[in-house]
């Protein structure tokens, strides 16, 4: 077996055609997605849940939800009703 090493061309910055502009990717859809809480079951403990049975969160009583894009958190909020329809109220950006 004979093996050679390669060579790559070398390449140079030349800022030369079109970039790709931030307002066309603004249209582009992607998945949010609230985050109420967060629990591990076991196999077993699934199989046997019903109606009415209740699950317990990781979570507190009013403590902010996360809005996760990309499975990413990008933001924290409160739950609020629009109209007939479940909403979140940002109340914390978070950077990471």
Do not use: C, W
């Amino acid at each position: 077996m004979d093996v050679k090493n390669v060579k790559f061309p070398e390449f140079k910055e030349e800022g030369k055609g079109e970039k790709i502009e931030q307002a066309s990717l603004g249209n582009i859809p992607v998945k949010a997605t609230v985050e109420l809480g967060q629990t591990e079951l076991s196999l077993k403990e699934i199989l046997e849940l019903s109606e009415g049975s209740i699950i317990e969160l990781n979570r507190l009583a009013g403590e902010p939800l996360d809005l996760k894009v990309g499975g990413q958190l990008i933001a924290q909020g409160e739950v609020v009703a629009v109209d007939d329809y479940y909403g979140l109220r940002i109340t914390n950006v978070v950077m990471q």
